[in-house]
């Protein structure tokens, strides 16, 4: 049967993840693709650059993409180059020349993946990105295929190993943030510039593709509120390990009335369930459907190997003419459809106001009564307090600066975010406060 | 555009949730298959009996199955009467009449998979099963689409929910397996008889399609060496909680060699992993790929509504046409294919005899030296005691009668199952040993 033939630009660690599996497991591949798939050539800088893995017997390497995107023996790109431009571009006229696509692009999905999608819409080509969000977990595939029975009502999930790593290493030997970054750095776990995943930007990027997914709604990253892990005290990993909690860096996004508010943020997950439990550089992603209930998806979420295995995931489906079909279903406009029941309107996490727990720390000065003055705050504005922790003075607040500030941490009972900002506002002027106070939102 | 139109054999639990999320969702559903989806026939044996759930309007109950399997206007049929015959009649003519088959019976599979699955591929039809194995949660779809760039190295399941129940709360408030199974019952996780899912039946049922496609071999579910959670004491649920694992009912195989020996037993989980941490009627897939590593999937496992989700993400398939690519990989004979890499030879659990740990509890006189004696013949066979448990003689095992018997808990480190059923041969054999003794694997 004629192979299917692949162009793939870039070459890094997912390029080189999928060269190896394509090219050591060929025949594996081949019997479930139906097919061959024939890696033939790969865009790279620098063609002449020795590289520790070589590139599979057979295989182009050149540093002129038209030699992927105008090739008219290709059936398909790989893109796994990353950044915005020129992948865009290289995308677009992949679609364009008649080739299916597949990407591991996160970030050039969540700013422009609707524009990617409707031109494969108009083509006919597959566009598939099972690699983009959750590395090898079938996150995408479970969205847009496995549980497209259900209107999902909530997701919360688990997006980067980065970060992931870190906070694990942070709760169960005590380190700091900067100890724990550093470590994980030696590891291998942590780039030398890790910004883009500790500030939450990763995971804004993942979350606006699973959101676009599940909410039928696009929303740009840039749009998602978002706190990342690196100005998190590895004080409150402690309260919140003593109130049975663990916090981690969630993505989460729920329907409420006809609206979502993703968001990003350290957030205390109840310990002893799923999400709470997933320890180091793995990812984990709650679906919660209205006819499935709560699934949870875990696995390693970066990583060559993991990641190829995802990118040669799609190319079986494209092989398969399966990508094909879900590429249809996504790129069908929203109003050429007889229903909206499954969209949401997207709005501001202040909009949606739920009401949940709610995680606050404030550094008081050592003196009799402060509970009794900020627990009177909170009782105005209609919060109660589930429980307490005051500690010894000997435990100082890194913020100190000469006076006896100790932390005082409350776990409220449900309550509205606006609320407790408004709460929050009045506490953080009182004499016996040194502002700011921390809040963190529960998961239970 | 043309409906995709549906014959349902049976209207029970399944069945029931899934006429009421095609006619309560029918327009999301719609949206998602690209074509309304529309339930026209349903075959029950007394169509006049009164229903909590009357069918959906529009739909003909009648109790003649050829009103849908030679119904011309029929593209697909449901099966979800359950049993091995007439079920497997129906969809052999079904499939043979053209129709595309979605199904949820998992014994039927188990036992006549490979038939089935071979007609469908001659005459060109889907045959989807989605809700055969792991109610709600994606396992099928991650073995057979997913996941398929993976030669599946392992698989550990939680499979049947209403074991799982049993355990959780044995081990949680310290009941006998009788109290919770009779708890499970008044709850609705338990049937009122209960053999085939505490005796480990169902769970080999489905271990036998998940093995089918992780392994690309065909595994009779009697041959499948089985043990049930119905002999299992409380006693041994603290014990293991003690040396920090809870006790699951687990479906497992492994690929060693080339081999694989699919089983089911009680087993120790390692608690703080992702299997251990399921808790109720849940169920949890744990697949080791050899490029994704691990990836759990969990969710409910049974109820109609999580199986009607997987029913109806079944329907979406066929109606897109992803179904049948999936269906034409899955029904070509392992001759017809280049690579027989991704196969395994089913064997014996004794003749793959991993090393793995195991849980031993011994029945001893309570007089000094035991210990001793019992430790020296695993020595003797080459197996290192990892740690022990020994209660004071006040814990009196329940097979008791008269003399002072007490509980030996011994984990061992690895050791191979051929070794130590030799060595438990000789022990249960001393005069201070009350055999039988226990043993239950440990998943690390």
Known sequence: MEPLRVGMLGLGTVGGGVARLLSGEGERIARRAGRPIQLTTIVVRDPKRPRAIAPPPGTRLTDDPRAVLDNPELDVVVEVAGGIEPARGWMMAALRNGKDVVTA??????????????????????????????????????????????????LAAILNGTCNSILTEMTESGRSYRDALALAQAQGFAEADPT????????????????????????GPASIPRRGIDTLDELDLRFAAELGYAVKLLAWAERREGTVAPRVAPTLVKRGTPLAEIRGPFNAIRIVGDAVGEVVLTGQGAGASPTASAVVGDLIDVATGRARLTTRFLASPPSAVPSRTASAQVVDAAIQDPRRRHYLRFGILDQPGVLGRIA???GQHGISIASVIQHDPGEKLPEDSGEVVVPLVVMTHLARESALERALEQIDRLDCVRAPSLQLPVLD
Chains 1, 2 share one sequence.
């Open 196 to 219: 883009l995943d500790v500030d939450g930007t990763d995971t804004a990027h993942k979350l606006a593709i699973l959101a676009w997914l599940a909410f039928d709604h696009r929303i």
């Open 376 to 378: 009177l705050i909170l």
């Open 105 to 154: 692009n996160k970030a050039l999905l969540a700013e422009h993946g609707a524009d990617l999608m409707a031109e494969a819409g108009r083509t006919g080509r597959a566009l598939a990105f099972e690699a983009s969000v959750g590395g090898g977990v079938p996150v995408i595939h479970a969205l847009t295929v496995a549980l497209t029975a259900n209107r999902v009502d909530a």
